[in-house]
């Protein structure tokens, strides 16, 4: 089983900055890395799929890249809508897929 | 646009049977897989399996010995049943598209799950 590990696990920033957030793979999952976005009390929502690609919808201040085992979603200018907990999600093996345990970003 | 939207009771006794269902609406349930994902309070997410438009699964094999998959062309829905349930299940269930893989000579890859239904809580309790 392919663990992927987040980190950190709770990311403290303010509106405005940077944030960036980093899911390692335990071994390689090529480009076949998704990002979702999940709100308390709703579902997750796609925002990144085969590492770089932004789904329909997405603003363009969300941006994923790497491949292999190490990649990185980076939110360029904070929005107070995007403090959320953000998980990744690999299927280098479909339909087999794991997910990892999340990072939470919240307000400073 | 797609949406998918569960429904089933959300408390299920420990040895029984929970069943759900999720309707899709907004688009045709052929030509896509669609998958069973399972959220317990306070934790991450675990895929459960999927099924086709034609019928087919695949489960997780964690769960793959408890769980069956189904599907209703005719009424757009898909079904999970998942047997045996113990608290350990407890949990917001998820139905989700699953598409975007793709098969070449090393196997199949990819996909990602999108859109989600909205999720609704079981609870595993006597």
């Known amino acids: 089983e392919i663990v992927l590990t987040q980190s950190p696990a709770t990311l403290s920033l303010s509106p405005g900055e940077r944030a960036t957030l980093s899911c390692r793979a335990s071994?390689?999952?090529?480009?076949?890395l998704a990002w979702y976005q999940q709100k308390p009390g709703q579902a997750p929502r796609l925002l990144i799929y085969d590492a770089s690609n932004r789904a329909t919808g997405i603003p363009a201040r969300f941006s994923g890249s790497g491949s292999g085992t190490d990649f990185t979603l980076t939110i360029s200018s904070l929005e107070p809508d995007d403090f959320a907990v953000y998980y990744c999600q690999q299927r280098i093996n479909w339909p087999m897929c794991s997910f990892g345990q999340g990072t939470k970003l919240e307000i400073k | 646009q797609v949406q998918l939207q569960e429904s089933g009771p959300g408390l299920v006794k420990p040895s029984e049977t929970l069943s759900l269902t999720c309707s899709v609406s907004g688009g045709s349930i052929t030509n896509n897989f669609w998958s069973w994902i399972r959220q317990p309070p306070g934790k991450g997410l675990e895929w459960i399996g999927y099924v086709y438009y034609s019928g087919s699964t695949n489960y997780n094999p964690s769960l793959k010995s408890r769980v069956v998959i189904s599907i209703d062309t005719s009424k757009n829905q898909f079904s999970l049943k998942l047997i045996s349930v113990t608290a350990a299940d407890t949990a917001v269930y998820y139905c989700?598209?699953?598409?975007?893989?793709?098969?070449?000579?090393?196997?199949?890859?990819?996909?990602?799950?999108?859109?989600w239904g909205q999720g609704t809580l079981v609870t595993v309790s006597s």
């Open positions: 071994q390689t999952v090529s480009s076949y």
């Open positions: 989700a598209r699953d598409y975007g893989a793709f098969c070449d000579n090393s196997g199949c890859h990819g996909g990602r799950f999108d859109p």
